[in-house]
């Protein structure tokens, strides 16, 4: 089978040649328009369930709210984890499915069980909602707003009302959340005596303020040939106005709203506080939907932001540099194709030095781009992303991939030779020389091959993450190198034939070339002094051995190495039952700390939580983003000044991360650090003890 490939391609040139135009020109055509991300999609398909629980202390949201929801969803179809967090005033269940669940179908299979659990919340607490589609993976990009003069409570409404709809519209966001700021409401503030002079109840004066300020309709009236609607306008941003409501009758006289309250336009109760370089701001995090290019989405939403950002007054700024994902993406990618390209680069310089020609070192080097774009073909094919894991496997298979390229060329152009140096009556044809040449290094090629492929399948059979992680480099490795296996049987021969067989070519570099010719020399030397000096060599080589495993023993070990994203971000909790406020103020301190440290460039703090945000933060705890720029001090050095610095501060526990990997923590182990200890039992104070 594997002669009557190369004889097939020998005898059809022109389909070679144009297959291999063909699959260039797809292959670059595919990968410029290739979904880029950092890593594979490493989420299991999960749904988040969120639930308002005013007012209830975090056992009884755990008691009556958390462990219905849990119970209904457990042993749901293809459900593999239910993890949740109960806090003071509401709910978040998050529901993991396994990998390959369509994400709609696991949506809709939790609306399903959610009927049955909302008839059973307690009075006061909100229906039981879905958080939009995304992942802790998916957060992309954060956005801050700050400003001299205009007031928290404007920028609040603006991040509300002007860029959370602008960045929704953008294509492929899933979700935005806002922290910090004032959140505008109107508030009527009761008297108690003059609700008690006027003889109202607080009831009464609940329902007045459900039914005000909202229009109402009152149908149509058609007369003399005409259509009119009627309408009752009510709806007014007027406090003076909405004063003005009627409440009842009492005497005789009419009570309105502002005889037994006063109403305001004030600032709704905090749950989260948000801060840029230790001053007060409005934070925006903007997460993208599952299988949404990262690049694109970013680029968007920084096009709009910018449109909008003339339109804002110009005391106004918006800080797009607070976490950007895209920037770890493209420095990791570029990082990942420089490598390859280094590689190539030396894969180049030693084929020239060997082999000697410029022709069969081009012949040679057109296994790469050829493999790599095939590859890239066949990751589109099956939904995958050009990312580090993927690039890495190809980095990983460049050396490999003009091996077979180079035995058949060396081949085929040493027979030639000899063929040139016979005889003219005994000379074969430049055909038959070519196919027997390549015939007769097929074989062991091809096992040598399969070999090579065989090691990475044990990739395929992992499961969960560590499956996600690693099989795109797996495929990306293989499919490259069958690729090149292909091109080797095919395209290879055929450039030979058609480049090499000339007969003055033949005639110029009819000898090896002197780096060969003393190589071989050296080699053979080399080779006879070992076979007479047998426990000289394998002494040696098992003592290296030995030394080896034993220091393969002590390694460290570790899912994914550290990555170095010119960010940090710290996680900051301080003593359990700390108020909001003072939780504030001892973030403002760490803020404050950290810039006095020479490489840091500005911070980024969000204490608490945004408004239906899924990712759950205690009022006792704080996150904080730092942007840092080394310049004399090393990384080593600066990250222990950063722990010196935190360790000095009291009242505060502490972790040190870096965005991605505080982001794989969380969804490894539910939390946000290297190492999570978690503990079960039917008592927490037992436990809390």
């Not at 001299?148 to 959340?177: C, F, H, Y």
């Not at 070192?361 to 990751?379: D, E, F, N």
């Not at 074989?443 to 090579?452: E, Y």
């Amino acid at each position: 089978m594997l002669n009557n490939i190369i004889r097939f391609s020998l005898n059809n040139k022109y389909l070679i040649l144009l297959s291999s135009v063909v699959l260039v020109v797809f292959g670059i055509r595919t990968a410029s328009n290739m979904d880029v991300d950092v890593f594979p999609d490493l989420t299991a398909p999960t749904v988040v369930v969120m639930t308002d629980a005013h007012g209830m202390a975090s056992e009884e949201v755990e008691r009556l709210v958390t462990f219905p929801i849990e119970s209904a969803v457990n042993g749901a179809t293809d459900v593999r984890r239910v993890r949740s967090s109960s806090a003071q005033g509401y709910s978040f269940v998050w529901v993991e499915f396994d990998w390959g669940t369509d994400i709609f179908k696991a949506r809709q299979i939790v609306s399903e069980k959610l009927i049955s659990v909302s008839s059973r919340m307690p009075l006061g607490v909100g229906q039981p909602t879905l958080a939009p589609q995304s992942s802790v993976m998916g957060e992309i990009f954060f956005v801050g707003m700050q400003s001299d003069s205009t007031s928290m409570m404007e920028l609040r409404t603006m991040a509300e009302w002007n860029v959370k709809p602008l960045i929704l519209a953008t294509g492929g966001v899933s979700q935005v959340t806002i922290i910090g700021g004032d959140y505008k409401q109107y508030q009527v503030l009761a008297d108690p005596q003059k609700m008690k002079y006027f003889d109202v109840s607080m009831n009464e004066l609940a329902t007045v303020c459900q039914g005000i300020s909202q229009n109402s309709t009152g149908g149509v009236i058609r007369q003399f040939g005409n259509e009119y609607v009627v309408r009752g306008i009510a709806r007014t941003s007027d406090t003076e106005a909405l004063g003005n409501t009627f409440v009842k009758i009492v005497n005789g006289k009419p009570v309105r709203v502002s005889d037994v309250a006063e109403v305001i336009t004030g600032s709704a109760p905090k749950m989260g506080y948000a801060s840029g370089s230790a001053k007060p701001a409005v934070i925006i995090s903007i997460s993208k939907q599952p299988n949404a290019n990262t690049l694109e989405v970013t680029r968007k939403i920084e096009k709009n932001l910018e449109e909008l950002k003339k339109t804002f007054p110009a005391d106004v700024v918006l800080d797009t540099k607070i976490f950007r994902q895209a920037d770890f993406i493209e420095t990791s990618v570029n990082n990942v194709q420089n490598a390859l390209i280094e590689g190539g680069i030396f894969v180049i310089i030693i084929l020239f030095l060997f082999l000697g020609s410029f022709r069969t070192t081009v012949i040679s080097l057109l296994a790469i781009p050829l493999s790599l774009l095939g590859a890239i073909l066949v990751l589109k094919g099956l939904g995958m992303t050009i990312n580090t894991m993927s690039l890495g496997g190809m980095a990983i298979a460049i050396g490999s991939l003009v091996d077979d390229a180079i035995i058949d060329v060396e081949n085929v152009y040493k027979r030639l030779r000899q063929n040139r140096q016979l005889p003219e009556h005994e000379r074969l044809s430049s055909f038959t020389v070519v196919f027997e040449a390549s015939k007769e290094i097929r074989a062991s090629i091809f096992n040598a091959t399969l070999i090579i492929m065989v090691a990475f399948l044990p990739l395929f059979f992992l499961s969960g993450m560590e499956g996600r992680m690693l099989k795109p480099l797996g495929i990306a490795f293989i499919v490259s190198l069958f690729v090149s296996l292909v091109v080797a049987m095919t395209l290879t021969p055929l450039l030979a034939k058609m480049l090499l067989s000339g007969e003055k070519y033949l005639a110029k570099n009819e000898k090896e070339k002197w780096l060969v010719r003393k190589l071989t020399t050296n080699y053979e030397k080399s080779l006879v002094w070992a076979l007479h000096h047998k426990k000289a060599v394998l002494i040696p080589i098992l003592g290296l051995f030995l030394v080896s495993l034993f220091a393969f023993s002590n390694f460290g070990r570790s899912f994914l190495p550290e990555f170095n994203e010119g960010a940090l971000t710290l996680s900051v909790i301080t003593k359990p039952g700390a108020s909001l406020e003072e939780s504030n103020r001892l973030g403002n301190l760490v803020e404050t700390e950290l810039l006095a440290i020479p490489e840091v460039s500005n911070t980024a703090r969000r204490t608490g939580r945004g408004e239906l945000d899924e990712h759950s933060q205690t009022t006792n705890s704080a996150e904080i983003d730092v942007n840092f720029k080394l310049d004399k001090r090393t990384q080593p050095e600066f990250m222990a000044d950063v722990r010196t610095t935190l360790a000095r501060i009291p009242g505060i526990a502490y972790t040190v991360g870096q965005p991605l990997g505080h982001r794989i923590d969380h969804m490894l182990s539910g939390t946000r650090a290297n190492i999570a200890i978690k503990l079960f039992g039917t008592d927490l104070n037992k436990m809390f003890a």
